[in-house]
C-alpha cells in the first residue's frame, strides 16, 4: 500500500472487511492531538483518536487506501506527525488568487496533511486586507496603477483587498480540514501599500506609491514615531477578530535601514536605548509588537532576518528562509527559542524545476547542521511558500506547487526519507487523488532534474524577470 506522507506504522493483513462493516470512533484523551489508530478488522473500522482531528485524518488516509483497492484491506495503522507546524504560504499580494482557487489549494493541501496555511496579506505592491477602520487601505493601498514584473507589463490598475466576507469563509472553509490560517502583515519593511495611504509614518514623511515592479524598497516605517504604532496596534487588532489562531506573522524581512540612518528621530531613539546596530533597532520594534500581540495571546513568528540583531524577543519564532543567517538563526534555536523551516533553496516554490529541481525539494533534511539536540527540539515545524511576482495564472501556481509540495509534506509529517525514484513510486495515488480535484501538475518531463541548480536555469530566470519590460499581458 502506497501512502503519503507515510505513517508512523502501518500493517496489512490477509482478507477485507466486509461491506457492511461498521465505523467506531474512540475518543481517547491519552493520543496526542493529531495522533489516531486506525484498524480495519473483518466487520469494523475503527478509529481512536483524542479529537476530531486525528478522525480527519484518519479519513485522508482511508482514502488512500480506498484508491487502491477495491475493498478495504484488514490493517493496522498507528500515526502520528512528526511536527506540529506544518505549513504552506501563498503570497496573495503581489498578484491574488479568486477565493476559489486558494480553497482548491487548501483542500487538497488538507490531503497531504499540512496543518497551516499562511497567508501573506500586506505588500510592497498592494495591500489585500480589508479594513473597517482604515478605508484608505481598501480603496487606495489595494490598488498598484500598473504591473510591471521583469519581461511583462500590465498596464492597467491592479488589486483589491478580499472583503472580511471572504476571509472569514477561508477561514470557516480551513476550521473544516483542521487548518489554521496564520495571517502575515509584513514590516517594517514591504510596507509601500500602507504608507501610500500613511506617508507620515515613514521617516521622511513624503509620498509612496504602491510599488509597481518587484524588488526591496528603502520605504519602510518609522519606529520613532507614536503614530506607527497607533495605527499598526489598530490593524493587527482588525486582524486578530479575522484570524482567531495561535500564530501571527509580522514579517521582518528585507527591511534597509537607510532611511533610518538618515532619520534624526530613529538615531535619537536608537541612542537613547543604546543599540549598536540597526539590525538591533529592527528587533526593537519587532519586540514591541511581538509584546503586543503576545497581551493578545498570540506567538509571533518573524522572518529569520530578525536573527541578524541578537535582542529578539524569545518568545518569537524565527521562520528560517535565508541561509546567510544559519548561524545566528541556529543560535536563537539552541538557545530556546523556537523555528520553523522554510530553506529557500529547497522550499521556496516560485522557481522552476530547473532552479528548484524536485529532488532537491525531497532533499532537505530538517535537522540543520549546527542544531543541538535542544535546538533540533525546537523545530516545530516546516513551511512550503510561493511568492508570487511571476505567478498570476492559477495554473503556473499549481504547476510549481505539485508535485514539490508532496515532498514538503512527507518532510513535515514523517520521518522516513526516500531517493528520489522511489518517492515518485509512492506518490502514485496521492498525485491522483490531487489530480482528481482538478489541480494541474508539472509535467513528468520537469520532475527529474539533478539536485543541482542548473547555472541555465538562473540565467534563463534573471532573463526573464530582470531585463526590461517588453510584452504587454492581460490579466
Ligand atoms: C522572503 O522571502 N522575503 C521572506
Ligand atoms: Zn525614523
Not at 511583462?152 to 490598475?157: F, H, L, R, S, V
Not at 497581551?295 to 528562509?321: E, H, P, Y
Not at 536555469?457 to 492581460?474: A, I, Q
Request: net charge negative.
Amino acid at each position: 500500500m502506497k501512502l503519503i506522507p507515510t505513517p508512523l506504522k502501518a500493517e496489512f493483513y490477509e482478507g477485507y472487511a466486509s461491506q457492511t462493516a461498521k465505523e467506531n470512533i474512540t475518543i481517547n484523551p491519552g493520543l496526542e492531538s493529531e495522533e489516531y489508530i486506525l484498524s480495519v478488522t473483518s466487520d469494523s473500522v475503527n478509529i481512536e483518536s483524542a479529537s476530531e482531528k486525528g478522525v480527519f485524518y484518519a479519513r485522508q488516509t482511508l482514502k488512500q487506501i480506498a484508491m487502491q483497492s477495491e475493498r478495504l484491506p484488514i490493517c493496522k495503522i498507528h500515526d502520528k506527525p512528526r511536527f506540529e507546524y506544518r505549513g504552506f504560504m501563498i503570497d496573495s499580494a503581489r498578484h491574488m488568487q479568486e477565493i476559489d482557487e486558494i480553497k482548491k489549494i487548501i483542500d487538497v493541501m488538507s490531503m497531504l496533511k499540512f496543518n497551516i496555511f499562511h497567508w501573506h496579506l500586506t505588500e510592497d505592491q498592494g495591500w489585500r486586507f480589508e479594513s473597517e477602520k482604515y478605508p484608505g487601505l481598501n480603496t487606495k493601498a489595494a490598488v498598484r496603477k500598473y504591473s510591471d514584473f521583469g519581461t511583462t507589463i500590465n498596464n492597467k490598475p491592479y488589486g483589491r483587498v478580499y472583503t472580511k466576507e471572504e476571509m472569514k469563509d477561508i477561514v470557516s472553509f480551513c476550521k473544516d480540514r483542521y487548518i489554521d490560517v496564520i495571517p502575515e502583515f509584513d514590516m517594517p519593511g514591504h510596507v509601500s501599500s500602507l504608507l501610500h495611504i500613511f506617508p507620515e509614518l515613514s521617516c521622511h514623511g513624503n509620498a509612496v506609491e504602491v510599488k509597481t515592479h518587484q524588488g526591496i524598497y528603502n520605504d519602510i516605517l518609522c519606529p520613532a514615531k507614536d503614530k506607527t504604532y497607533e495605527v499598526v496596534e489598530n490593524i493587527l487588532d482588525e486582524f486578530c477578530e479575522i484570524f482567531p489562531y495561535k500564530y501571527f506573522h509580522i514579517g521582518g524581512d528585507e527591511a534597509p535601514p537607510k532611511q533610518w540612518e538618515e532619520c534624526p528621530e530613529c538615531n535619537r531613539l536608537k541612542a537613547e536605548k543604546g543599540l549598536a546596530k540597526w539590525t538591533e533597532y529592527q528587533n526593537y520594534f519587532m519586540n514591541i509588537i511581538i509584546d503586543y500581540l503576545s497581551k493578545k495571546g498570540k506567538d509571533t513568528i518573524v522572518w529569520n532576518d530578525a536573527a541578524k540583531g541578537s535582542n529578539l524577543d524569545k518568545r518569537a519564532i524565527l521562520q528560517f528562509w535565508k541561509e546567510g543567517y544559519t548561524k545566528p538563526s541556529v543560535e536563537f534555536a539552541n538557545g530556546g527559542g523556537r523555528m520553523i523551516l522554510s530553506p529557500f533553496k529547497n522550499y521556496y516554490m516560485d522557481y522552476d524545476y530547473k532552479i528548484t529541481p524536485f529532488r532537491k525539494t525531497l532533499a532537505f533534511k530538517p535537522r540543520l547542521s549546527g542544531l543541538t539536540d535542544e535546538g533540533y527540539n525546537n523545530v516545530i515545524g516546516v513551511e512550503t511558500p510561493i511568492w508570487t511576482e511571476y505567478i498570476w495564472e492559477n495554473e503556473k501556481l499549481e504547476r510549481f506547487l505539485f508535485p514539490r509540495v508532496i515532498a514538503v509534506a512527507q518532510t513535515a509529517w514523517s520521518e522516513k526519507e526516500f531517493g528520489f525514484d522511489s518517492f515518485v513510486d509512492e506518490i502514485e495515488y496521492i498525485t491522483k487523488l490531487i489530480s482528481d480535484k482538478g489541480v494541474v501538475f508539472e509535467d513528468t518531463s520537469e520532475w527529474g532534474y539533478s539536485k543541482y541548480t542548473t547555472a541555465l536555469g538562473w540565467l534563463r530566470f534573471v532573463n526573464e524577470h530582470y531585463m526590461p519590460s517588453k510584452t504587454e499581458t492581460d490579466y
